[in-house]
């Protein structure tokens, strides 16, 4: 028969329960009555300063590149232009959230991380991530979101490369498809490790370890060590991506100017930028954004990590422009803006993997080499080989990016003025050695160079074969704004 328990009866039991519990089992009740974990203690200030920072990356790319590139092309693309920069970004940042931080910030092999955190799983506002300093913190849903601007930006650099006749249904295939093969594993491969508590605490237990234990703890600390991507193994550093994403980029916007081939009329027609105006608003931006995209790649807000980053990000810029500036001027008789932007870029772009490890006058030294070899690739190079690369992708990130990567071996040099690298596990600035440093940089570049040419050669194939590249020479005429986009930049 059927009973039921009145609301006074389902109290007695849970009395009586309690009770037997209490009495029985008294490690259950101390642990049922422990306190829940405290929260991860971020600092408020690194918080901020991310959160600022994530910020400044996302308007180096909208509104910074997007009016760079457009104000750089005729007026019947400048419109395509823009599209093609917002719709970058608008499609990485959901890749990246679905699968792509999973792919570069988790373990793996040394060349691509798993699908541990896929769909950002097990993620909340209070877990916490490692900086570059032990015991730091930082919410790995804001590292997330500073890390998915570097994403989004990385191929909307390449964008500039075949402007002015890349179909846009291309683009919108290619996108996707090169941050998944090439940016994730490359990004993996540069910046991830096991962080410095990891390394810490496992040199630590070493060093307290007796004989018989010391075995099993080295082990350990091999174990984290390798616990890493392929060339941050080797020993290369690159504070803020000049690998990952300026050679990456520069190199397969070149790769993708050869492919979809020169603009008609190039080389018979004078293609001049059509608005200076709109490209000095967006190279002022990109120098405001960099400051996020450099000085946030510390992870801190400490003198160490971004201050010296933000000092290097003023002086290195400056001292590119003015290199690209006065050498065009006794090359062909007059400064020009465009010869000033161009090169304020190209010192951007080779301070980025500096700025974190060079010193302030080390930082000028790399922005004046910067400027005079872009200026030399955008030019002479460019015009001796004939490809056409439209917004000098090539000429400014790849190149810029290889002397500032090779140059940050030499110049992070503590007698030099740079920071030199922290050897976490000795708890101290590691020895610096000039030859094992510059061979781990020229191992980093070459094979980000091979990874990303590869890389990006077949999936421009893939592209090819599947949508096609270029548009008809009409709607190339025509113009990419009302043949692609049905809209006009500009309405007369």
């Known amino acids: 028969m059927q009973k039921t328990l009145t609301r006074a009866g389902l109290a007695a039991l849970a009395l009586a329960g309690t009770a037997c519990l209490l009495t029985t089992a008294p490690g259950l009740a101390e642990e049922a009555a422990a306190p829940a974990a405290a929260p991860p203690n971020f600092n408020k200030g690194d918080v901020a300063w991310m959160l600022t920072a994530t910020v400044l990356v996302l308007l180096m790319t909208i509104p910074g590149l997007a009016l760079f590139y457009a104000g750089l092309v005729r007026p019947k693309n400048a419109l395509s232009v823009l599209t093609h920069v917002f719709y970058t970004v608008c499609i990485v940042m959901l890749v990246w959230v679905i699968y792509g931080y999973s792919l570069t910030f988790t373990g793996g092999t040394p060349f691509v991380g798993g699908f541990d955190k896929l769909f950002l799983s097990g993620i909340t506002g209070e877990t916490p991530t490692g900086t570059f300093s032990v015991g730091v913190p930082l919410p790995e849903l804001i590292f997330i979101c500073f890390q998915m601007t570097f994403a989004a930006i990385t191929p909307a650099l390449i964008v500039g490369a075949f402007a002015e006749r890349m179909k846009f249904s291309a683009v919108a295939l290619f996108v996707p498809l090169w941050v998944t093969f090439v940016y994730f594993p490359i ?120 201050g010296v980053a933000m000092i290097n990000t003023f002086v290195a810029t400056a001292a590119a422009a003015l290199s690209w500036m006065f050498t065009e001027w006794l090359i062909k008789g007059k400064a020009s803006l465009l010869g000033a932007l161009s090169g304020a870029i190209a010192g951007l772009v080779a301070v980025t993997p500096a700025a974190g490890f060079a010193g302030p006058m080390g930082a000028i030294v790399l922005g004046l080499i910067a400027g005079v070899v872009c200026l030399f690739f955008c030019t002479t190079i460019k015009n001796m080989l004939g490809y056409d690369d439209a917004l000098d992708v090539f000429g400014i990130h790849c190149i810029g990016g290889i002397v500032g990567a090779i140059l940050t071996g030499i110049l992070v040099n503590p007698a030099l003025g740079g920071s030199g690298i922290m050897d976490y596990a000795a708890g101290k600035i590691a020895d610096y050695d000039f030859a094992t440093q510059v061979l781990a940089q020229l191992k980093g570049v070459l094979l980000t160079l091979v990874w990303c040419g590869v890389g990006s050669f077949i999936i421009y194939k893939v592209v090819d074969i599947l949508v096609g590249l270029r548009v008809p020479i009409e709607q190339e005429r025509e113009g990419l704004d009302l043949a692609e986009h049905g809209e006009r930049a500009y309405t007369m």
């Open 187 to 306: 990004a993996h491969m540069v910046w991830y490790w096991a962080g410095p508590d990891a390394i810490t605490e496992a040199a630590k237990a070493l060093a307290a370890a007796t004989d018989a234990t010391k075995a099993d703890l080295q082990a350990k600390l091999d174990a984290v060590n390798a616990d890493a991507g392929q060339i941050f193994q080797w020993g290369a550093i690159d504070f803020a991506g000049g690998t990952v994403v300026h050679i990456n980029a520069g190199l397969a916007g070149l790769i993708g100017a050869i492919m979809v081939g020169r603009r008609t009329g190039y080389g018979k027609e004078l293609m001049p930028p059509h608005s200076l105006v709109m490209t000095m608003i967006g190279a002022a931006l990109l120098w405001v954004g960099w400051f996020g995209f450099n000085a946030g790649s510390g992870l801190e807000a400490t003198g160490a990590a971004a």
